[in-house]
Nanobody, 125 residues
Framework: QVTLVESGGGLVQPGGSLRLACTGS????????VAWFRQSPGKGRDFVAL????????YYADSVKGRFTISRDGARNTVYLQMNSLKPEDTAIYYC??????????????????WGQGTQVTVSS
């Protein structure tokens, strides 16, 4: 059993930055692939980025490449999403998700069985 807690959302102006954090607790969390998804009103949950447990690989949606960076602090059981050059279209609820093992192909929300509560990110002037 894994519990995920997100933090770091808020209101930011276009071009600004935010850092989200996802802290996991539970047995052998280091062997979980962790991803960030986002959901806008009336839309499905879209893949943003993931960090694989085995090779520490990072993968991004095309819409955020070059602007967002996912990283992991094993000592703190925390995965971060650094978001730079934010755009109004980045506005959404951001969720972190985890699955035991997993790999770079895990970009669908259906492939994850543990979820955080979500944190709101609003990009607006």
């Amino acid at each position: 059993q894994v519990t995920l807690v997100e933090s770091g959302g808020g209101l930011v102006q276009p071009g600004g930055s935010l850092r989200l954090a996802c802290t996991g607790s539970g047995h052998m969390f280091s062997r979980y692939t962790v991803a960030w998804f986002r959901q806008s009103p009336g839309k499905g949950r879209d893949f943003v980025a993931l960090f694989t447990w085995r090779l520490r690989g990072t993968y991004y949606a095309d819409s955020v490449k070059g602007r967002f960076t996912i990283s992991r602090d094993g000592a703190r059981n925390t995965v971060y999403l650094q978001m730079n050059s934010l755009k109004p279209e980045d506005t959404a609820i951001y969720y972190c998700a985890a699955v035991a093992y997993g790999d770079s192909a895990y970009t669908s929300p259906d492939q994850y069985n543990y979820w955080g509560q979500g944190t709101q990110v609003t990009v607006s002037s």
